[in-house]
């Protein structure tokens, strides 16, 4: 268990995104035993539809902090992983067994998405017990082709997101979450109640948002929130996924 904390709440709720680390290397042998504790999350029907790519190269490592748009972060930390959706070797199993695979459906997308997702957030809980820091970086998606050609991914696979993991260099405060009673509905969907907890909330954040370590800002929950869902966002996405095999019937 991580030094700084107690039981396995403390830790799932003394997570923050870390993205100046030490130069200090990690070992394979760590990795692949914290990829080994992920493994143990649920999956559907056990089909494991995940694939990690470490990336060690430092010039495909320099190309995705580029494409990603994520240079800093990326150039400060030893490790980048990329968590990708894979139903490639669940294809292996169906030519072994004379089946021709139907990977394209939404469900197959959504278990294939829910399956990483899950691979990933436990690893970080693994990584986090052990002292390293990390952050998840979603601008992968910013350009995905470019960035599955770099590391060669084949059909019915794609980057979900990558990670960037090592000992921090940097302390940050924990971001205030919204309070359990905006998501805990009891026997049926509640919405009334959003006016008064987004207000309340609001107030939170414009606290945290002055008061933080770094990167200082006059806003709240709902303003940043409005000015990310006015607009659609990585519309190339759909296209994208298509062009790896998965058609969403």
Not at 35 to 55: D, G, K, M, P, R
Request: glycine share 4%; charged share 25%; net charge negative.
């Amino acid at each position: 268990m991580n030094d700084k904390y107690e039981s396995a709440l403390d830790l799932l709720k003394g997570h923050t995104s870390i993205r100046k680390y030490k130069q200090e290397d990690i070992s394979m042998d760590m990795l692949k035993e914290l990829l080994n504790s992920a493994q143990h999350a649920a999956s559907s029907n056990f089909v494991q539809a995940y694939s990690v790519i470490c990336v060690t190269d430092k010039e495909k490592k320099d190309l995705i902090g580029k494409l990603s748009k994520n240079e800093p972060q990326i150039n400060s930390a030893p490790v980048l992983l990329l968590f990708c959706a894979d139903m490639k070797r669940l294809e292996y199993t169906c030519l072994k067994n004379g089946v021709d695979i139907q990977h394209d459906s939404v469900e197959s997308f959504i278990v294939s998405v829910v399956d990483t997702a899950l691979l990933a957030q436990n690893f970080v809980v693994a990584a986090e017990s052990q002292n390293f820091g990390i952050c998840y970086i979603g601008g992968v998606r910013n350009n995905p082709e470019e960035i599955s050609n770099a590391v060669g991914l084949p059909d019915k696979t794609f980057p979900l997101f990558g990670m960037t993991v090592g000992i921090p260099d940097e302390q940050q405060l924990v971001k205030p979450r919204l309070p359990v009673e905006a998501i805990l509905h009891e026997n049926h969907y509640d919405e009334e109640k959003y006016q008064s907890i987004i207000a309340e909330y609001d107030l939170t954040l414009t606290d945290y948002y002055k008061n933080r370590l770094s990167n200082n800002k006059e806003t709240n929950w709902s303003k940043t929130m409005s000015a990310f869902l006015s607009e659609p966002r990585r519309t190339h996405m759909k296209s994208f996924l298509a062009s790896r095999g998965f058609h969403l019937k």
